[in-house]
């Protein structure tokens, strides 16, 4: 499996108050993204990196931002979190640009409540 | 605007039954198209992508750009191939589309 860590594993928190999820890789990946898994829904983006302080918003950005100042690190944050964020929260790298040769790698995910 | 779709929340065969995972795109330009597995207590993980061609634990996937599809076939289904299988559209901006999901049920 390649080196990908995501903390906490499980969380929860009220609506209301601000939560930070890190992911962390040792691979040295460009690219890392932040996904979110609802049924129904399937997997879709929240934000992306492509790089140190290069970030971009993916199809479900509203409530949430991203930084990244090292490339080791992407920390997701929601300023102040509502029920309907609660899910499963994936983080993901890349090599490069995805494409044929430069599959994404999954953590285990973040399963969040927001009570 | 990239789109994926997967028609189908749950598929249910049998053992030794073909099965066609089905999966539309939706974009402008020349897709690149992938098909991920979530096993049970395992992480996330690249199944097969399209330009390879290829076969993994016997499932192929052609693309079929007249029908905007990319379904998932496997002639006899097994047991372990029951998990959750996301089709995926890379298009503009290094980013990476996934559709709703099918989860595969092989009974036994």
């Known amino acids: 499996d390649a080196g990908i860590t995501q903390s906490p594993r499980h969380k929860v928190t009220e609506t209301g108050t601000p939560v930070t999820l890190r992911c962390h890789q040792t691979?040295?990946?460009?690219?890392m993204y932040w996904y979110r898994q609802d049924p129904g829904h399937g997997l879709r983006l929240i934000h992306y990196?492509?790089?140190?302080?290069?970030?971009d918003k993916g199809e479900v950005s509203d409530g949430y931002s991203v930084s990244r100042s090292k490339t080791e690190d992407f920390l997701l944050t929601l300023e102040s979190a509502t029920s309907s964020q609660t899910s499963v929260y994936f983080c993901?790298?890349?090599?490069?640009?995805?494409?044929?040769?430069?599959?994404?790698?999954f953590g285990n995910g973040t399963r969040l409540t927001v009570t | 605007a990239q789109r994926v779709t997967q028609p189908e929340k749950l598929l249910s065969v049998f053992k030794g039954a073909p099965v066609e995972l089905k999966c539309n795109y939706s974009?402008?330009?020349?897709?690149?198209l992938f098909w991920y597995v979530q096993y049970s207590r395992q992480r996330l993980q690249l199944l097969l992508r399209?330009?390879s061609r290829e076969s993994i634990k016997g499932f192929t996937a052609d693309l079929n750009k007249g029908e905007t599809s990319f379904h998932l076939k496997k002639p006899f289904a097994q047991e372990e191939d029951s998990a959750m299988y996301y089709c995926?559209?890379?298009?503009?901006?290094?980013?990476?589309?996934f559709g709703q999901g099918t989860e595969l049920s092989v009974k036994p």
């Open positions: 993901a790298i890349s090599e490069s640009s995805p494409g044929q040769n430069s599959p994404l790698h």
């Open positions: 691979e040295n990946h460009r690219y």
């Open positions: 990196s492509y790089g140190v302080k290069d970030t």
């Open positions: 974009y402008s330009g020349s897709p690149e």
């Open positions: 399209h330009i």
């Open positions: 995926a559209l890379s298009g503009q901006g290094g980013k990476l589309i």
